[in-house]
């Protein structure tokens, strides 16, 4: 939004958090960033507000301008079909339109009386950014003519510490079984250059185009799940948490699976490894399933993931938005 000209009052560092135990120390932060906020809607320069996802947060702000008669256009709905209905109500009453965009999130949010409308998904607006093999290849020093795994361990420092070493261990296991194999890690922005000083692989700071163009991956559970989806790309999902919040997620959590690609299709197409369960080894030998050309669960996945490209539907997500916030500006 930066990029786009939006003027921000609080920037990603200050927001990037994830979990429960781990939001505790950005709570006076975050509550004088919402005063802030409610505030600025009592000075009558605001006409629309689109919350974006983060739960915790914007849900008190859709309701702070829902109070004051300001229509809200919730753009990528809280994740409500795994944490309960309390909060489906709370989006019926705090909105005025909900965008969506996985497709089973509609049905039990337009029965609790909410305006929603699956409107795609906005990855598919945004492909590879280098579709060409051998220039991906030249432009980061890899070899075209070898398998590349690609590790994309988070986009948040947090993620890093938990991800990163496990990651490592695991591709270096791999490439002792299949020394062919190139190992390259994933750099979000949101991550500093410094973060990767010393790890002794390449990395690259596109991480579309690395799943394009890798034989398998090994991707942090998240978004980057489904743009290996949408790559066709077979990988293995994992995450580590702080204990607390997995423990306390294990209690709250509706749903039996994390990965996207696995919640849309509705079973299990990817593996899913969590917390103590993700050791090294584990991690290699399921890659190294993955990895032959002529593998029978990787071409069992790969028909899976064209199945999950199918549900999210066709390109043109922001379009779709950018015209119900048209269309609530001209009813206001």
């Not at 009052?9 to 990037?16: E, I, M, N, V």
């Not at 590349?148 to 990163?164: F, K, N, T």
Request: hydrophobic residues 50%.
């Amino acid at each position: 939004m930066k990029g786009q000209g939006v003027e921000l009052l609080a920037d990603l560092d200050g927001l990037a958090v994830m979990g429960l135990a781990e939001v505790l120390p950005r709570l006076p932060f975050l509550y004088r960033l919402r005063r802030r906020l409610i505030s600025l809607l009592d000075t009558g320069v605001v006409d629309l507000v689109i919350p974006v996802d983060f739960a915790g947060f914007n849900l008190r702000i859709a309701r702070a301008a829902r109070r004051r008669g300001l229509p809200v256009l919730y753009y990528i709905a809280p994740k409500v079909w795994a944490w309960g209905a309390r909060r489906i109500k709370q989006l019926a009453a705090y909105t005025n339109q909900l965008a969506l965009i996985l497709p089973f999130e509609a049905e039990p949010l337009v029965r609790a009386g909410a305006n929603a409308t699956f409107v795609g998904h906005p990855l598919l607006e945004t492909p590879a950014a280098e579709p060409d093999r051998s220039a991906f290849c030249r432009r980061w020093s890899l070899d075209a003519q070898r398998p590349i795994l690609a590790l994309l361990p988070g986009s948040r420092p947090q993620e890093l510490d938990r991800h990163l070493d496990l990651f490592l261990e695991a591709g270096r296991l791999v490439q002792e079984r299949e020394g062919d194999v190139q190992l390259v890690l994933a750099r979000a922005s949101s991550i500093p250059p410094s973060a990767f000083r010393g790890v002794g692989i390449p990395v690259v700071d596109d991480a579309r185009s690395l799943l394009a163009h890798s034989a398998v991956a090994l991707v942090k559970s998240g978004t980057s799940t489904l743009e290996a989806a949408l790559e066709g790309t077979p990988f293995v999902t994992v995450y580590r948490t702080h204990p607390v919040t997995f423990a306390l997620a294990r209690r709250l959590l509706r749903v039996d699976r994390i990965a996207l690609p696995n919640l849309i299709a509705g079973r299990d197409i990817v593996p899913e490894v969590l917390q103590k369960q993700a050791t090294p080894d584990r991690l290699a030998n399921l890659l190294l399933t993955l990895l032959p050309p002529q593998s029978a669960e990787r071409a069992e996945m790969i028909t899976a993931l064209l199945g999950v490209r199918a549900a999210l539907g066709e390109p043109g997500a922001s379009a779709r938005v950018a015209e119900l916030a048209a269309d609530l500006l001209e009813s206001a």
